[in-house]
């Protein structure tokens, strides 16, 4: 009983600061009062060529006092005070720690964060929908893919050039239209500029850039265009998921 008390108790003085030979060093004295070193070293079962080092360090650390003589004597000091003033220390420490943590690591996780986290906007206006598309196309770089449930001349006179210099850069453009919005104008500028298919409808319409960037239209109206605009990773993956599901069952531009 008495050694596995020991061994619990070693445990937790290690715990505190202390090395193993301390703990025991430190046990045998709060069990046997004030003992010489030679004693010590009988009683914890410590090397004697260590046992000095071991007191100067229980010493220094507050554990023990030295009793002035011949020879010299260990006295421990009371378990109550030196395990309050350890546990205020190692508090110490690990507040210096905590402190020390967030000086140096904070500073890179929230420039790191601020670039990598996805945003989602929400796009009022048509002029506004189509000014941020068109600043989503600039910066494709592999892919884009696109839907159109409705679009306006003017609208095929904004996008057009942003179309045809993707197209230059090597980007492959695909895209789904209504039937309701194919004309001859809007079959020659998809035949120029990458491939597409048509449904007899689509309701709303959006954009997906290389993953990365979304636009989801919710409306259709002009007057009235409302869009997500995201660059979070799942919901652009979902957009892309849907938009392959209604492509691939659309019907060939003829």
């Not at 906007?121 to 000014?131: D, M």
């Not at 104008?185 to 048509?198: D, M, N, T």
């Not at 290389?210 to 009235?224: F, G, N, R, S, V």
Request: proline residues 4%; without cysteine; charged residues 25%.
């Amino acid at each position: 009983m008495g050694e596995r008390m020991d061994e619990g108790t070693t445990r937790v003085l290690r715990n505190l600061g202390l090395s193993s030979y301390e703990a025991r060093v430190y046990i045998s004295l709060v069990r046997n009062g004030a003992l010489t070193a030679s004693e010590v070293s009988s009683q914890s079962r410590i090397p004697f060529s260590r046992v000095y080092d071991v007191l100067a360090a229980l010493e220094r650390g507050g554990w023990i006092t030295i009793e002035q003589g011949r020879p010299k004597r260990y006295v421990p000091k009371s378990p109550r005070e030196t395990a309050k003033a350890a546990v205020l220390s190692a508090q110490d420490r690990l507040a210096e720690w905590e402190q020390r943590v967030i000086e140096n690591l904070q500073p890179l996780f929230d420039e790191k964060t601020t670039i990598s986290a996805p945003e989602v906007h929400i796009l009022h206006g048509s002029n506004n929908v189509r000014a941020k598309l068109n600043v989503a196309l600039g910066q494709a770089e592999r892919n884009v893919l696109l839907s159109w449930g409705i679009i306006s001349e003017e609208d095929i006179e904004f996008i057009s050039p942003t179309l045809f210099h993707l197209r230059d850069r090597g980007v492959k453009i695909q895209i789904l239209v209504s039937e309701q919005t194919l004309s001859e104008k809007v079959e020659r500028l998809i035949s120029a500029v990458g491939e597409g298919r048509k449904r007899k409808e689509i309701y709303g319409g959006g954009a997906v850039i290389d993953e990365k960037q979304a636009i989801i239209m919710l409306t259709t109206e002009p007057a009235e265009s409302l869009a997500i605009w995201t660059s979070h990773t799942e919901l652009g993956e979902l957009a892309k998921i849907y938009f392959f599901y209604l492509y691939q069952s659309a019907e060939p531009l003829s």
